[in-house]
């Protein structure tokens, strides 16, 4: 094999049918993660009889065999994922799908759709919200595709490990699976629930599946350029029942507004409908209002990511506790192969503080702060939501992650340059607050500045990894 560099031409032609295919944008992704996917399937192929091949070989034998090209997406698309991330989503599915039956009654089934499925935490996770709110498993049909053979196959197996468990509380767990010795077999029940089948976005004959209720297809279109964001989107919007629910991942909120989507305003949860006939023709990317973009992803987890395509998941809310001039506590890792995320971590619930070193008081009315912020704002009172944050500012020391709040608030409110502002001011008690980072540059990417969106994204990348370390 000659040197990478040599090699350039050739790994852009893998780029571009990866492009072709499946819709990944290699700038998104790294065009080094690229290379090292086509060297480890050029690798398997040397070591399976064509010891001799170069790179030009199997790029020639790749365009005539559907199969090694499916073992390269394979190899790109790394799934991760874990039940009940991003919970209010499921939260606000399961209230939605109680008023549409109660709306049009139980002659029809619920049709709910998750692509991709990755390797069906998601659809699982959809399945156990709705049959535990009461509905029953014959008023709903829930498809769930994906393009990856390898993760469908995960997925229709239905034992899962330790790593689709995240956080510290899981009675899902033990109402719905059981033990055994490689793991946790989901109940039949839930199982029967979910139809699997191999769906590619990009070339998905959307006319041939139906309407559905719900869809959920999140964190991927943030890794497609334009032109595959658009086709996705077409799609996706031609399989949304009259006044159905697409959910998107909280870096997408944006996008979706830029095509004129209406938000639920269902806070966290990251829902929209369709907008009003005038709304939909709007198609330019810098000129839609922010909104509730960032509003709409107040989460602890907002921050870059850089890995493949298809990252799913949900997991309870827990605030952690707060600490000043610091991230909020309680977030792993900033993960790499988080693929579509770029806004999105991990984040589990903090240890409790060692008895000999309790919260301070202060620490105590920021933590508590921002828990009744939370929950005004989850129910809509965004500016008692403020308000809250504002009196606690009045008689305390400046609060990094209390300015952050403000900031998503103002961001709620359509208040760009307030939000801009408070954001900075959170910045600038602690420079390296990833969620504040993460949010400014997604309002500076709304208003056009990618550049300066690009270099705060980096920032923000290397705090986490600083926290992570």
């Known amino acids: 094999m000659n040197a990478h560099h040599d090699n350039a031409p050739l790994y852009r032609r893998f780029a571009e049918l990866l492009h072709r295919t499946i819709g990944l944008d290699a700038a998104s992704l ?23 091949a170069t790179l030009a070989d199997y790029w020639e034998a790749a365009q005539c065999s559907p199969s090694m090209l499916q073992a390269l ?20 599915l399961a209230r939605l799908a109680h008023e549409r039956l109660a709306e049009r009654g ?28 009461g509905i029953d498993a014959a008023q709903l049909r829930i498809d769930a595709m994906d393009i990856s053979d390898r993760s469908l196959a995960v997925a229709q197996r239905a034992v899962y490990g330790r790593n689709s468990f995240r956080g510290n509380a899981f009675p899902f767990r033990d109402a719905h699976f059981t033990r055994t010795e490689d793991g946790w077999r989901l109940a039949p029940r839930v199982v029967d629930a979910v139809r699997f089948s191999r769906a590619n976005l990009m070339q998905l004959d959307a006319s ?17 350029d334009r032109d595959a964001q658009q086709k996705a989107l077409q799609a996706l919007d031609s399989m949304l029942a009259e006044n159905g629910t697409l959910f998107v991942g909280p870096a997408e909120t944006g996008l979706l507004m830029r095509y004129g989507m209406q938000s639920a305003k269902i806070p966290l949860a990251f829902a929209f409908h369709r907008g009003a006939p005038e709304e939909a023709q ?9 909104a509730t973009a960032a509003a709409l992803a107040m989460t602890r987890s907002q921050v870059p990511a850089r890995a493949p395509p298809h990252v799913f998941s949900a997991q309870p809310f827990a605030w952690p506790d707060p600490v000043a001039r610091t ?32 919260l301070s008081p202060a620490a105590n009315a920021a933590r508590d ?13 965004l500016a008692e939501a403020a308000t809250a944050i504002n009196a606690y500012l009045e008689h305390h020391a400046p609060h990094a992650n209390a300015f952050y709040l403000l900031g998503v608030l103002a961001d709620a409110n359509g208040d760009a340059n307030l939000a801009r502002s408070q954001y900075r001011k959170a910045l600038y008690l602690d420079p390296q607050h ?10 500076l990417e709304l208003e056009g500045d990618r550049d300066g969106a690009r270099l705060l994204m980096q920032r923000a990348s290397r705090a986490q990894g600083a926290q992570r370390g």
Not at 209 to 220: A, E, K, T
Not at 328 to 353: H, I, K, L, Q
């Open 434 to 443: 990833a969620e504040a980072l993460a949010h400014l540059a997604t309002l």
């Open 282 to 290: 709007l198609k330019s990317w810098h000129t839609a209002p922010l």
């Open 208 to 224: 041939s599946l139906g309407v559905y209720d719900f869809v959920f297809c999140r964190n991927v279109l943030i890794y497609f």
């Open 73 to 92: 997406i394979e190899t790109v698309v790394v799934p991760e994922t874990w039940f009940y991330r991003d919970a209010d989503a499921f939260k606000a």
């Open 30 to 52: 790294g065009h080094s993660a690229i290379e090292r996917a086509v060297d480890q399937r050029v690798a398997a192929w040397c070591a399976d009889g064509h010891s001799e």
């Open 369 to 381: 702060t921002l828990k009744t912020a939370h929950a005004l704002a989850d129910a809509g009172r």
């Open 327 to 358: 991230p909020f506590n309680g977030v792993t890792s900033f993960t790499p192969r988080d693929r579509v995320a770029p806004y999105m971590r991990e984040t589990s619930t903090p240890a409790p503080p060692p008895a000999h070193n309790p």
């Open 106 to 133: 139980n002659a029809l089934p619920l049709r709910v759709l998750s692509l991709p499925c990755s390797t069906g935490e998601e659809p699982y996770t959809i399945a156990m919200t709705l049959l535990d709110s």
